[in-house]
């Protein structure tokens, strides 16, 4: 099977795997799950700037095969990953998660939005060179960090005990950030030829 096969039905499997878990489980889980609809969003705009580049419209540079679309699209990544981000971040703040979760038409924008900007910033992550890749990665890492200690500390808006948020937290961590930093870890030992 294709590495694009692959990266859709991951893609799509995640998305709607994210729609159910924002569909039936209680408002932490839905803020801890956050990641779904960026992560299928990425993927899929991988997905979609890979496949539909044509097999003789790629080039190597320093041993990787990059579509011709996305180094024509270099100098507007900056832009794009500044818009993926701006569809991202506000929903991300506890107190705006409060109210969507009161207001279900919000909601359904915040998920789209999310997923927006997910798709935004893969179908921009080919044009990215190694340094870019690695430093958006860092970026991110500690924006999620961040975010979990917020979410610890802003508990109290969800009238939740903080010890659920810690163990919510913790599933998290070793689920899915652990395996993530451990996946883009071998990446780097790649590029660099330690593998």
Known sequence: MKLTSIVKYMGFSLLIASIIIYVITDPVDRLLSYQGPILSGALLGWYVLISNTPADKFVEINGERISVVALLLRKKAPFLIIVGLALIIPWLLPQIYVISVKMQWFFIFSFLSEFLGGFLIG????????????????????????????????????????????????????GIKFPEGVLFAVYILKKIGGI
């Open 123 to 174: 179908y921009i992550i080919p044009a990215l060179n190694f340094t870019e890749k690695l430093l958006l990665y860092s970026f991110g890492f500690a924006g999620d960090t961040l975010y979990l200690l917020l979410l610890y500390m802003a508990s109290n808006l969800f009238n939740v005990p903080s010890q659920l948020v810690i163990n919510s937290v913790l599933i998290l961590v070793y």
